[in-house]
């Protein structure tokens, strides 16, 4: 499946009345942009996320590709849109990898040998070759992680959504996943609270927060402006700190490494 857009329109969602979790938020993200949101917790990221394949509801418009998100077209957006939950456990309930990678597949009505075709294609691609077999509770973070996402990559979707993919991983998993991310061809949208992740593999960012845009723009360039960070709760002053101690001398001078 080719790679789509996605267009967001004053999109609001509350889950009690007077408590809004999402206010106007409107987005556009190009087909094969690779997409990043940061905002502090609670500023209704993975909220925002859940309206993609409309698992929530809420009231303006979203549009995959021409295809818009409502009761009535379900189906054709959820073959679209493929969600990796933050929690790769949510993902993975079948006995072994090779069936949590193939029921998707299979839900579609693809043929047997399709499906074969597609589970071998998304471990491969998710460095998971041998571990068809295994069951998923054997798996370490990391693979588990991975094997959630060819649970994705093999309904071949036009956007993919990540939910905190870098969270509770350690600093080698996490270039990993950019890695893995960069290399991917489709469309895509991460949300995350980890900055330097986003920077690493996004073309472009929003800053969400209390459940409305604040910015958008390359990652380098709101990274970049201190105060727009501290003021939508994502101070980096301690990471900068830390980053000179590292690898500056007293001002200037490189260390060498």
Known sequence: MRAEGVRIQNLCFSYTPGKPVLREVSLDIQPNEKF?????SGAGKSTLLLHLNGILSG???IHIGETP????TLAPVREKVGLVFQNPDD???????????AFGPLNFGLSPEKVRERVKTALADMNLTGLEKSAPHHLS????????????????PAVIAFDEPFSNLDPAMVAQLVNLIKALETTLVVISQSIFPLIACCDRMAIL????????????????????????GLDLSLYRGVCEGLFFKMGSDQVKL
């Open 141 to 156: 973070l990391g693979e588990r992680k991975r094997a959630a996402l060819a649970t994705v990559l093999a309904m071949r």
């Open 59 to 61: 009231g303006g418009t």
């Open 91 to 101: 993902q993975l309930f079948n006995p072994t990898v090779e069936d949590d990678v």
């Open 209 to 232: 927060n209390e459940g409305r845009i604040a910015a958008v723009g390359s990652p380098k360039a709101l990274a970049g402006n201190a105060e727009l960070m501290r003021e939508n």
């Open 36 to 40: 990043g949101i940061i905002g502090p």
């Open 69 to 72: 998100v409502s009761p009535e």
